[in-house]
């Protein structure tokens, strides 16, 4: 009983830790290589070469957000912890905690993602001041 | 176990209290005898097989440099009246960030130790012929600065530094002024600049000592204008060349409060852009060798700092940051981007004379009071005035660039592309100056600063 626990709780800190690291690192890789990711999208060259203005961003001081995906990761962990699948249905309950998990997975993401800071400035805050400005031209 | 605490305690009060030590005094005041100066100017070489390319500043972006007319420099000045000292480094260079003077004050931290350096100030000249040093001039949002070429500008400032502290002697400081004849256009109204040249001149009581001169002028440098692509100091450095060949006296030159947009005018029809850059400097140098109304100054000292959040609402300077193309500190704030940018003022008091240390390009009616309009900040001569500074210089482009400082009530930005943009008045006035300035909060900062600077002063 106690072994169960025991793996019961290494299980919840391991999906707590490892999402976090997962999508933080993510987040901060994304970015890291933003004109290697806009180079399978876009031709390199023009008056605004995005390639190379987004490469610039392989030099740049990244600070991933790792709070709130730990705080959601945490509460998903708890809730596996705390009402694991069992009985009659337990097929239906691992098919919602994987839905779940890759709900998470892809919200805690996005939050890293938005939240992260690049040169000490929040992805979303660049984004919330270029939205206007690609809107009026 | 309660001993331990209260060491521990002590402790955490100590250490922070010791690092505030170690760091830049902001205010700091002695007086002597004499005045006592140095002089050093070193060359900023160029990269030798640097990938990146040599971007000329000021005028059109991703242009290369083609050739050299003369290299820019890094000179500084040591200034003591017997105890700590002042250090004034200007480089001949578009413009520096509050980064690259934050590297250069780092790389001067044990010199400052060994020598009781109270303060480093680092100005740029504004030459418009040299490389970029603000990373403006590249391609499109991308960076314009040579890594390697920056690094040697740092090395300079530093060597000039030594040199300058090396070279001090006692002697006395006169301050005098001239106008040269009819040099000077503004290219926005109100057409409101100061036409008048200062000088900062220290004699030695060695006669076998060269003398240093500190000249003030409110004048962009681009006598060469927008088509060379030949590296110059431009008419600083030929007026500098110019008096040490005269004279056999160092010189360094000052920007004054250049918004706005004040210039030389152009000397040669047609123009042609080196013969232009020797008819400014030699009109310059002539008005300098002939300045007779001297003043000499009383050998007290005055400095002091404030440390200003400047609110960012530049998006195009926001995306530079996030692209780590400028390089300042910034913090949230209350701006249209929601960020501020870290900024800095100091004033140094040179006995009767009052220099503000301005992080940009001041428009000249936000000085002089003149052209003013509803909602601007009290002029920087009037709270110079309160304060019983008797005469009032400006060193722009100095600690920091933060672009031009405009009046609140001449600030107009285009409505579909702010500081993307230029704007255009009914009258057909173009307002080029504000896609290079921070925000329309900022002239009322640097009044605020300034009159703060004064305060600290006492």
């Given at each position: 009983?106690?072994?169960?626990?025991?793996?019961?709780?290494?299980?919840?800190?391991?999906?707590?830790?490892?999402?976090?690291?997962?999508?933080?690192?993510?987040?901060?890789?994304?970015?890291?290589?933003?004109?290697?990711?806009?180079?399978?999208?876009?031709?390199?060259?023009?008056?605004?070469?995005?390639?190379?203005?987004?490469?610039?961003?392989?030099?740049?001081?990244?600070?991933?957000?790792?709070?709130?995906?730990?705080?959601?990761?945490?509460?998903?962990?708890?809730?596996?912890?705390?009402?694991?699948?069992?009985?009659?249905?337990?097929?239906?309950?691992?098919?919602?905690?994987t839905c779940g998990g890759v709900?998470?997975?892809?919200?805690?993401?996005?939050?890293?993602?938005?939240?992260?800071?690049?040169?000490?400035?929040?992805?979303?805050?660049?984004?919330?001041?270029?939205?206007?400005?690609?809107?009026?031209? | 176990?309660?001993?331990?605490?209260?060491?521990?305690?002590?402790?955490?009060?100590?250490?922070?209290?010791?690092?505030?030590?170690?760091?830049?005094?902001?205010?700091?005041?002695?007086?002597?005898?004499?005045?006592?100066?140095?002089?050093?100017?070193i060359e900023i070489a160029l990269?030798?097989?640097?990938?990146?390319?040599?971007?000329?500043?000021?005028?059109?972006?991703?242009?290369?440099?083609?050739?050299?007319?003369?290299?820019?420099?890094?000179?500084?000045?040591?200034?003591?009246?017997?105890?700590?000292?002042?250090?004034?480094?200007?480089?001949?260079?578009?413009?520096?960030?509050?980064?690259?003077?934050?590297?250069?004050?780092?790389?001067?931290?044990?010199?400052?130790?060994?020598?009781?350096?109270?303060?480093?100030?680092?100005?740029?000249?504004?030459?418009?012929?040299?490389?970029?040093?603000?990373?403006?001039?590249?391609?499109?949002?991308?960076?314009?600065?040579?890594?390697?070429?920056?690094?040697?500008?740092?090395?300079?400032?530093?060597?000039?530094?030594?040199?300058?502290?090396?070279?001090?002697?006692?002697?006395?400081?006169?301050?005098?002024?001239?106008?040269?004849?009819?040099?000077?256009?503004?290219?926005?109204?109100?057409?409101?600049?100061?036409?008048?040249?200062?000088?900062?001149?220290?004699?030695?009581?060695?006669?076998?000592?060269?003398?240093?001169?500190?000249?003030?002028?409110?004048?962009?440098?681009?006598?060469?204008?927008?088509?060379?692509?030949?590296?110059?100091?431009?008419?600083?450095?030929?007026?500098?060349?110019?008096?040490?060949?005269?004279?056999?006296?160092?010189?360094?030159?000052?920007?004054?409060?250049?918004?706005?947009?004040?210039?030389?005018?152009?000397?040669?029809?047609?123009?042609?852009?080196?013969?232009?850059?020797?008819?400014?400097?030699?009109?310059?140098?002539?008005?300098?060798?002939?300045?007779?109304?001297?003043?000499?100054?009383?050998?007290?000292?005055?400095?002091?700092?404030?440390?200003?959040?400047?609110?960012?609402?530049?998006?195009?300077?926001?995306?530079?940051?996030?692209?780590?193309?400028?390089?300042?500190?910034?913090?949230?704030?209350?701006?249209?981007?929601?960020?501020?940018?870290?900024?800095?003022?100091?004033?140094?008091?040179?006995?009767?004379?009052?220099?503000?240390?301005?992080?940009?390009?001041?428009?000249?009616?936000?000085?002089?009071?003149?052209?003013?309009?509803?909602?601007?900040?009290?002029?920087?001569?009037?709270?110079?005035?309160?304060?019983?500074?008797?005469?009032l210089l400006i060193v722009g482009?100095?600690?920091?660039?933060?672009?031009?400082?405009?009046?609140?009530?001449?600030?107009?930005?285009?409505?579909?592309?702010?500081?993307?943009?230029?704007?255009?008045?009914?009258?057909?006035?173009?307002?080029?100056?504000?896609?290079?300035?921070?925000?329309?909060?900022?002239?009322?900062?640097?009044?605020?600063?300034?009159?703060?600077?004064?305060?600290?002063?006492?």
């Amino acid at each position: 009983m106690q072994t169960q626990h025991i793996k019961r709780i290494s299980a919840s800190v391991g999906i707590t830790a490892g999402g976090t690291l997962a999508v933080a690192l993510g987040a901060a890789l994304a970015l890291h290589n933003l004109g290697g990711i806009l180079a399978l999208f876009l031709e390199s060259g023009g008056e605004l070469d995005f390639i190379a203005i987004f490469s610039q961003l392989e030099g740049a001081r990244i600070s991933p957000h790792w709070l709130l995906p730990l705080l959601l990761f945490a509460a998903f962990a708890a809730l596996l912890l705390f009402f694991p699948p069992k009985g009659s249905k337990k097929a239906l309950w691992i098919a919602l905690y994987t839905c779940g998990g890759v709900v998470l997975l892809l919200v805690s993401y996005t939050i890293s993602l938005l939240l992260c800071r690049v040169n000490d400035v929040r992805f979303l805050d660049l984004l919330r001041a270029l939205i206007p400005v690609i809107g009026s031209l | 176990m309660k001993k331990t605490l209260i060491f521990l305690l002590a402790l955490c009060i100590l250490i922070p209290a010791l690092a505030a030590c170690a760091q830049d005094k902001d205010t700091y005041a002695s007086g002597g005898d004499a005045w006592c100066m140095g002089f050093g100017s070193i060359e900023i070489a160029l990269p030798k097989d640097s990938e990146q390319p040599l971007y000329i500043a000021g005028y059109h972006a991703g242009r290369e440099i083609t050739g050299v007319l003369d290299l820019q420099r890094a000179s500084a000045a040591w200034i003591d009246t017997g105890k700590g000292g002042i250090l004034l480094i200007g480089i001949d260079c578009v413009g520096l960030g509050n980064d690259t003077v934050t590297a250069i004050r780092n790389r001067l931290k044990d010199f400052c130790k060994q020598t009781d350096c109270v303060s480093v100030n680092v100005y740029a000249t504004h030459t418009h012929a040299g490389i970029d040093t603000l990373g403006l001039w590249g391609p499109a949002a991308q960076d314009g600065k040579n890594h390697a070429f920056m690094q040697n500008l740092i090395d300079a400032a530093v060597l000039a530094a030594q040199a300058a502290y090396d070279d001090r002697t006692e002697g006395t400081l006169y301050f005098g002024s001239a106008m040269p004849q009819d040099l000077l256009y503004d290219s926005r109204s109100p057409h409101e600049y100061d036409p008048n040249l200062y000088q900062l001149r220290f004699a030695p009581h060695d006669k076998a000592q060269n003398g240093i001169r500190l000249l003030s002028y409110a004048s962009h440098a681009e006598s060469l204008r927008g088509a060379n692509t030949l590296l110059s100091r431009d008419f600083p450095g030929a007026v500098a060349d110019a008096i040490k060949a005269d004279t056999g006296d160092d010189a360094m030159f000052m920007p004054g409060a250049v918004g706005g947009l004040i210039m030389t005018r152009e000397l040669t029809e047609p123009f042609d852009a080196v013969e232009n850059m020797r008819k400014t400097a030699e009109i310059l140098t002539d008005a300098i060798l002939s300045i007779e109304n001297e003043t000499a100054l009383s050998p007290t000292l005055a400095y002091s700092r404030v440390d200003m959040e400047i609110p960012l609402d530049n998006t195009l300077f926001f995306y530079y940051k996030f692209l780590g193309i400028l390089g300042n500190e910034v913090s949230r704030g209350d701006s249209m981007t929601g960020y501020d940018l870290h900024s800095e003022l100091s004033v140094l008091q040179l006995g009767e004379v009052t220099l503000c240390l301005m992080p940009g390009e001041i428009f000249p009616e936000l000085v002089s009071g003149k052209g003013l309009g509803k909602g601007d900040p009290t002029p920087l001569s009037e709270i110079a005035k309160d304060r019983g500074v008797q005469n009032l210089l400006i060193v722009g482009l100095c600690n920091d660039e933060l672009g031009y400082i405009i009046p609140p009530s001449n600030y107009l930005l285009n409505e579909k592309a702010p500081y993307i943009d230029t704007a255009t008045e009914a009258t057909g006035e173009n307002h080029y100056e504000e896609t290079n300035s921070t925000g329309i909060a900022t002239a009322q900062m640097i009044a605020d600063a300034f009159a703060a600077a004064l305060e600290k002063l006492g």
